[in-house]
């Protein structure tokens, strides 16, 4: 963040590209769609669909159960776990037990819009130029190869990674590089660039896959020209997760050898993690936030608890749309409450870390429905976040990418609904407008109108109104 553009309590300047303004955005607004499909059906809106998205509809559940993990059937296969079968050919191979080579991977109905993910253990070895991974079998093997998108979400344009089990040793191309430890492939491009999805599509389920490790993993990365800067903005949390460099697969001229490859990310609960389904043990969302933490340094652990001094909310600017156009009246109304209200506008693009000291120095993150609100990451446990959802019955969607995951991290989650009155809607439109009067017509004709109207208004709170929501903040702070 730079100084010039954002010290806190001064308004940006005009230079200061907003919150949103990347190649990200347009994509986290795909996948908003998606999501908003979903929630039509799980809020019983009529809507008219096509095909291609009653699939997803079919889909109602965003958190997959343990022992709800699948084995995908391919086309022509009767199913996918593949283990090598030494006991078949009994030559001068050391035998191995068959649970130390085998191929396992798992899918989630593609109508969650997931991707497929593969764990390989034994002698396997990558190539990156193929972008492939291949497991040579002990003895005598069927040939068996999948691909799979090293992407969480599926429907992604990444390249897919090839993973085979070869028929035989022979097969095997010698390794260039041997590494004693695993390693685990996954891929930059879908919504990456979107601050939310940076979390929820990779870091979140990267963290999920490689902490059992120590740090004694490699990753290897491919599709890193889809947004290079990616590795940068988070270099610190992957040396937080890896001691060891990052692999520019689709460069690497090498074959490398590891023990142990998992292919793809798996993505369990969005923006957070089932205990559960931890690969080496049970970990949660605020493991995670606490990873964080410690990897950058942050300071503050649990929230203010001397009663002597304010807390701090932190009201998150946005510069083009679903803006507040009375932040001066919202920062006195948290005042009036007993806060010290900072206004901020986080960039996208500056320094991670010095972004989350930031946000670490405050209790409370304050902010209409956006991907800013990821920032609560940041915040100590016992925080509080309250998301401002703009007018028109988008609630549902709204909470979806952040109630239950502020939740899960320890922080106290609170949301305000903004009336048709707080609305720039109201004055553009006038109040006989079927946006104001019927927002379920909106919502009937389709995502492209309703993204339009409710996801592109900006909001006048009404402090009176919101002021009961900022109390809720500040006793709970104070209950600690
Ligand atoms: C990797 O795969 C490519 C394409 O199949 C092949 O041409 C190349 O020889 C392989 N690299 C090595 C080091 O075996
Ligand atoms: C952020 O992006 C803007 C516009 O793309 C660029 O001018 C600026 O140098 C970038 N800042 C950093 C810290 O990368
Ligand atoms: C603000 O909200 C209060 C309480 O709901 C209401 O009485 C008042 O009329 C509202 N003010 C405006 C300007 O709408």
Redesign the pocket.
Known sequence: M?KSCCEERERPRKSC?PVH??SGFAAGVLFALLVYFLVQQQTAMSVATTAAVAQWISAKQLIRGPGEMQLIKPPGESEILVTSDMHRVPDKQPIQDSDNVKMVCTTEDHSRGLSATCKVDGDVRTNGTALSVSLVPVGWSERHEWMISPYTRSGQSLRAVTVTQLPDRAAAPPCTVTHTMPAILFGIGGYVGNYWHDYADILVPLFVASRQYHGEVTFLVSNIKHLP?WLVKYKTLLQGLSKYGVVDMDHDAYVRCFPRVTVGLRLDKDFSIVPELVPGGRLTMADFTQFVRETYALPRGAVIREPYKKPRLLLIHRGTFRRFLNEPEIVQAAEAVGFEAVVTEL?????EVEQARVVNSFDVVLGVHGAGLTNAVHLPPGGVLIQVVPFGKIEVMARLDFSEPATDMGLKYLDYSVSAEESSLLEKLGPDHPAIKDPDSIHRSGWTTMYDFYLMQNVRINTTRFAPTLEQAFNHLRKQ
């Open positions: 730079s590209p303004a990347n800067r960039r996208l693009n500056g320094s």
